[in-house]
């Protein structure tokens, strides 16, 4: 996939939507979409079955890791499509750098929830620090290691401060 790929997917989800929620977006989207208590360490799976695409989330993660949780499937529906006709995607540990369509999911979710503008903003405030920053912005510091990378990979000059943590919820 070429750099702006992946954010020129989100910015049409975003324009024809008029929403960054990707809970909305599936919702417009057709997708069916639940919360189970079934399983502990599995964050989500999506899956498509008879043309319906379905996506499970975990009741044991926190709003915001449901937020997260959600943008990464839809990522898995947008990008890997055809890939959830041949079996479930399944999502035990976020922030994996080691699956190319996990990678891919990951850097989705950053760019849906993360707005390119906001942080143009906020990098500007020199009184704040990355972590004040993901804090302002309502963002785990993982998530939003893979915005600065997606605006690092689209030519804008951003300082990692961070290295991205694969395994952050899995612990």
Do not use: W
Not at 15 to 41: A, C, L, W
């Amino acid at each position: 996939m070429k750099n702006g790929y992946i954010y020129d997917e989100t910015q049409k989800l975003i324009r024809k939507y008029k929403t960054r929620d990707p809970f909305k977006i599936m919702d417009n989207m057709h997708v069916i979409v639940g919360e189970s208590s079934s399983f502990q360490k599995l964050k989500g799976f999506c899956f498509m079955s008879c043309k319906t695409i379905y996506v499970q989330i975990s009741s044991f993660l926190s709003e915001e890791e449901k937020q997260i949780v959600a943008a990464h499937e839809l990522g898995h529906i947008i990008l890997h499509r055809t890939q959830l006709k041949i079996a479930p995607m399944k999502d035990d540990t976020l922030y994996n750098m080691q699956d190319n369509t996990e990678y891919q999911a990951n850097l989705f979710a950053a760019d849906l929830l993360l707005s390119d503008a906001d942080i143009a903003d906020m990098a500007h405030n020199e009184d704040l620090d990355y972590f004040s920053l993901c804090s302002t912005l309502n963002s785990t510091p993982e998530l939003m290691s893979f915005k600065l990378y997606s605006l690092t990979k689209r030519g804008q000059a951003y300082h990692m401060p961070m290295e991205i943590q694969s395994n952050f919820l899995a612990k």
